[in-house]
C-alpha cells in the first residue's frame, strides 16, 4: 500500500534528550508531511517537506527526507514533556496515506 | 475559534442501530474527508468530498454514507451499526483535492462505541 510505516512503534526518552522517528514509504510522492497527536485530540500537522527537498526545519523540529531509499525522519531536539504524543507520516497521492504512529513519551 | 468541529465527541449505541456524526468547518476549505482510526492507532480514509462531490470511497460499507449539504459541511450517515464500527472517526478539511496544496486539519474525532 502507498502508506507511512513509523518507527519505532513507541519511544521513551528523558526530558531534554532529542527524539528520533522514521517513516518509510513504497510509492513516489509528491510531498511528505509529519503530524501529531495528543492523547484523545485530533492531528495537527507539523511540517510539510516536498520531494524535491532533503532538510527542512521548524523551530525544534528537524525533518529530513532521502527519496531514493523512500524514508524520511523527524527529530524532535531538546524534548520536552508537553512533545509527548503520537506522531504519524503521511505520503501523498489523491489523498492522505498515514501509518499507525510513533508513540513518544517524555519523562519529565 | 473552532477550525474543524465534529459532534458528538461520544456515541455510544446498540448493534443495529443508525446514528449520524456531524462535522463543520469554518476555514474555507473546498475538500472535506472522514477518517478512521482503529484500536492500533492506524488511520484509514473514508470519503473525501470537494466542492460538495465525492471523489474518493475507498472500500467503505454503504452502510456509511457521506451527506455533504455545503462545502463547509460533512455528516457522516452510519446504518446498521455493527461492533467492529467501534472506532474513533476523525472529519478533516483541506484547501485543494491534493495534499500538495495544503496539510489536513483535524476536528477532535468522535469516539464511537458498539454495544
Known amino acids: 500500500s502507498q502508506q507511512g510505516e513509523e518507527d519505532p512503534q513507541a519511544l521513551s526518552i528523558q526530558e531534554g534528550e532529542n527524539a528520533t522517528m522514521n517513516c518509510s514509504y513504497k510509492?513516489?510522492?509528491?510531498?511528505l508531511q509529519w503530524y501529531r497527536q495528543n492523547s484523545g485530540r485530533g492531528l495537527v500537522h507539523l511540517i510539510l517537506i516536498r520531494s524535491n527537498e532533503r532538510e527542512k526545519h521548524s523551530g525544534r523540529l528537524r525533518v529530513t527526507l532521502d527519496t531514493s531509499k523512500k524514508s524520511s525522519s523527524l527529530l524532535i531536539t531538546a524534548s520536552r514533556a508537553a512533545d509527548t504524543a503520537s506522531y504519524f507520516c503521511a505520503t501523498d497521492g489523491n489523498q492522505f496515506y498515514f501509518g499507525t504512529g510513533t508513540s513518544l513519551t517524555v519523562i519529565p | 475559534d473552532t477550525a474543524v468541529s465534529q459532534t458528538p465527541k461520544y456515541l455510544v449505541t446498540q448493534m443495529g442501530n443508525d446514528k449520524s456524526i456531524k462535522c463543520e468547518q469554518n476555514?474555507?476549505?473546498?475538500?472535506m474527508y472522514w477518517y478512521k482510526q482503529d484500536s492500533k492507532k492506524f488511520l484509514k480514509i473514508m470519503f473525501s468530498?470537494?466542492?460538495?462531490?465525492?471523489?474518493i470511497n475507498e472500500t467503505v460499507p454503504n452502510r456509511f454514507s457521506p451527506k455533504s449539504p455545503d462545502k463547509a459541511h460533512l455528516n457522516l450517515h452510519i446504518n446498521s451499526l455493527e461492533l467492529g464500527d467501534s472506532a474513533v472517526y476523525f472529519c478533516a478539511s483541506s484547501l485543494g483535492q491534493s495534499s500538495y496544496n495544503s496539510p489536513l486539519h483535524f476536528g477532535n474525532g468522535t469516539r464511537l462505541t458498539v454495544t
Open positions: 476555514l474555507g476549505h473546498d475538500t
Open positions: 510509492t513516489s510522492i509528491n510531498n
Open positions: 468530498y470537494n466542492n460538495k462531490e465525492l471523489i
